[in-house]
């Protein structure tokens, strides 16, 4: 049968099957914590004090042989990596966990496959996350549970999830594999496809219009909590760089036009908006979550999905070139 799964539910697909319930009190503690750096600039000794505080769980969950929080942890200390933009570290950890643990029965190892293909997918390497896929679907850690879906293009299109009869082929796990390896596609180095597009002035939008500049293209809503709160930041960032040859183009995924607009002028967002062409969402692997790609002069992907510090220095060094 099918139910109706709220628009929020993309990001937890794409996060596979990880719940507040997996965590202990400390680490959704941290969790929390770090929910808050990645929107900020923080102190190197700020960031020590949570690897600290993760080496100090890390280190109880190994001495009582507690494996699920164990790797639960080494999740959180790649996440935090990968914030720091050390993918390569993370990436790294993520393997050596995977090695360690392959042939165990540790059924939350199926969170290390998936973040491995999100960092995969974050280079733009397709082939890698498949190969991750495939070693998941013959590993002992294959969680049998099929999940298709479709819809997830605004909050007025929720995202549909049929759960048919466990089968051999998929997993909640493959699903969110399955939705990086469309975005590995255009990940970091890849060309942003092409697009044409309106503007709410009911101007023609194209991106080789906007060749030769240094672009953030934003598929927003107002509705999601880590863009809205991110948004003072933007409009910081954007007024510091737009006179170096930065521009933001938005695309607002709300079905509700004219919310939309109506947020846009209250909060008075600088940048251009248009509408979202359908056949781009889908190319993109966009499935009702906010995201945003960040172009570089030539067309060629720098990042996808930064925010907060992140974003400002990407910036800065892309116009700096």
Not at 219 to 225: L, T, V
């Amino acid at each position: 049968m099918k139910r109706v799964i709220g628009w929020l539910v993309a990001g937890w697909l794409v996060s596979a099957s990880v719940s507040a319930m997996d965590y202990s009190a400390e680490q959704l503690q941290i969790l929390s914590e770090l929910q808050v750096m990645a929107q900020g600039s923080y102190t190197e000794a700020e960031w020590t004090a949570v690897a600290r505080r993760l080496d100090g769980v890390l280190e109880h969950a190994r001495q009582h042989a507690k494996w699920d929080a164990y790797i639960d942890t080494q999740v959180i200390r790649a996440n935090v990596m990968s914030m720091r933009g050390q993918d390569d570290q993370a990436l790294a950890l993520l393997q050596k966990t995977l090695s360690d643990f392959e042939n165990s029965d540790v059924k939350v190892l199926r969170k290390v496959y998936v973040e491995i293909a999100s960092l995969y997918a974050r280079r733009g390497d397709q082939a890698a996350v498949t190969d991750i896929m495939n070693r998941f679907q013959k590993s002992r850690h294959f969680d049998r549970e099929t999940y298709a879906f479709s819809g997830g293009y605004g909050p007025s299109d929720p995202i549909m999830v049929a759960r048919p009869a466990a089968g051999v082929d998929g997993s909640i796990s493959m699903t969110a594999m399955n939705v990086y390896r469309t975005q590995a596609e255009f990940g970091a180095g890849q060309i942003f496809p092409d697009f044409s597009a309106t503007g709410w002035n009911g101007a023609p939008v194209t991106l080789a219009s906007l060749r030769g500049t240094v672009v953030l293209v934003d598929f927003w809503s107002p509705g999601w909590f880590v863009w809205n709160r991110d948004l003072p930041n933007r409009i910081h960032v954007f007024n510091t760089y737009h006179g170096r040859g930065f521009e933001i183009l938005g695309f607002s995924i709300d079905a509700d036009e004219a919310s939309a607009r109506q947020f846009a002028q209250a909060k008075k967002i600088p940048w251009p908006q248009a509408v979202p062409p359908r056949g781009l969402l889908r190319t993109l692997g966009i499935f009702g979550e906010v995201t945003n790609f960040l172009i570089d002069r030539d067309g060629v992907i720098i990042g996808r999905n930064l925010y907060g510090a992140e974003l400002d220095m990407a910036v800065r060094r892309a116009v700096a070139r």
